[in-house]
């Protein structure tokens, strides 16, 4: 399973496809924004990604009740759901001065429609692709929507139970989606490692025959690495300029030394899966005369009887494997023999 996102290959072939979430973090400036797609650029993400919503596409201007967050483990607790909404959205007219930006600089942009508005809009600016969030993997009109262009599809798994992904996934095929790639997602913000099951990932890739990948809420890279063992092609995280900055989502955003690290380490992780492989590489082949083998420790002369004390096993690894130790005791030398001579069938 391979695919192109734009000019970049998708698939277990090709290292990790790294998107740089900015979300709210922009904090609503322009200016930051596109500083934030800069230093993407310049740690090496693949892509930067928007969201594309309005308050009013996404809640009711109501601040009571069930649209006030009033939970205190919520990272947004204070809030109502239109005021957070507000303050993070990306302005419309923003997405195509940030998405030019992204061109010139070398890496895609797109984004996660909220609405089937959005989709709309983000067809007249010609996206490569659709990511689908969390909390709308079973807005199966707005999957519909998005698959029907018939560009490459992202949809975030958090939350879902198995039967509402599998209702997603063939919603978003009958609607014409042919490149696919679930992300397991656990939505809390952030999340933890021990809430994250990455063990999820093949057994989804088994399941629905797609691309899978991580959008990763936890701090630091280490669930990220860690999901490329298990076959996470596409990883998305968080992304701003420094946490101290503030914004909705900095608390659980990399900066840009950390987005660097990610880019190098799970490529790293990837090149490190090879196939398996047992005895010496090719590398490996000059390590070889280093191993531990036989050799004589003592001067002998013809006749004289192989010990403990005139026969060894030490480094470099020209003499007989260690194994025939046992069986070169009390033999008898058949020439003269000098100290550091590697012990062979020849000598005995």
């Known amino acids: 399973m391979e695919f192109q ?6 698939g277990k072939a090709h290292k990790p496809f790294i998107i740089a979430e900015m979300s709210g973090n922009h904090n609503q400036s322009l200016e930051r924004a596109l500083a934030i797609v800069e230093a993407a650029a310049a740690a090496g993400a693949d892509a930067l990604k928007l969201q594309t919503y309005t308050a009013d596409t996404m809640t009711l201007d109501i601040h009571e009740g069930d ?8 990272l947004w607790k204070g809030s109502s759901l239109y005021d957070l909404y507000k303050e993070a959205y990306t302005p419309w007219e923003w997405h195509k001065p940030i998405f030019d930006r992204a061109a010139e600089l070398g890496i895609l942009a797109f984004s996660t429609p909220f609405d089937e508005t959005a989709v709309d809009f983000l ?11 969390s909390f709308e993997n079973t807005d199966i009109q707005l999957i519909r929507k998005a698959a029907a262009t018939g560009k490459p599809l992202i949809i975030s798994t958090g939350m ?19 490149e696919l790639v679930l992300l397991k997602c656990t939505s809390t913000y952030p999340a933890t490692p021990e809430n994250t099951n990455i063990l999820t990932l093949p057994h989804m890739e088994e399941l629905f025959g797609c691309t899978v990948g991580m959008s990763d809420h936890t701090m630091g890279a280490g669930v990220s690495v860690a999901s490329v063992a298990l076959g996470a092609s596409v ?3 968080h ?17 840009p030394e950390e987005l660097s690290a990610l880019v190098l380490e799970t490529e790293r992780a990837w090149q490190s899966l090879g196939r398996v492989f047992y005895g010496a590489t090719e590398r490996e082949r000059g390590s070889l005369k280093h191993r531990r083998s036989l050799y004589i420790s003592q001067d002998l002369k013809k006749g ?4 403990r004390e005139n026969i060894k096993a030490i480094r470099p690894g020209s003499g007989l494997p260690t194994k025939y130790l046992d069986e070169m005791l009390g033999r008898a030398v058949s020439k003269d023999v000098a100290k550091g001579t590697p012990l062979s069938w020849e000598v005995i």
Do not use: H, M, Q
């Open 5 to 10: 996102i734009g000019e970049r290959w998708i």
């Open 67 to 74: 649209f006030f967050i009033d939970d205190p483990s919520n």
């Open 123 to 133: 067809e007249s600016l010609n996206v490569p692709a659709y990511k689908i969030a």
């Open 160 to 178: 879902a139970s198995l039967a509402e992904l599998d209702e997603s996934v063939r919603a978003a095929r009958e609607a014409g989606c042919k």
């Open 235 to 237: 990883i998305e995280k």
């Open 239 to 255: 992304f701003t300029l420094r946490r101290a900055d503030g914004g909705v989502d900095s608390a659980f955003s990399l900066e």
């Open 304 to 307: 004289d009887t192989l010990t």
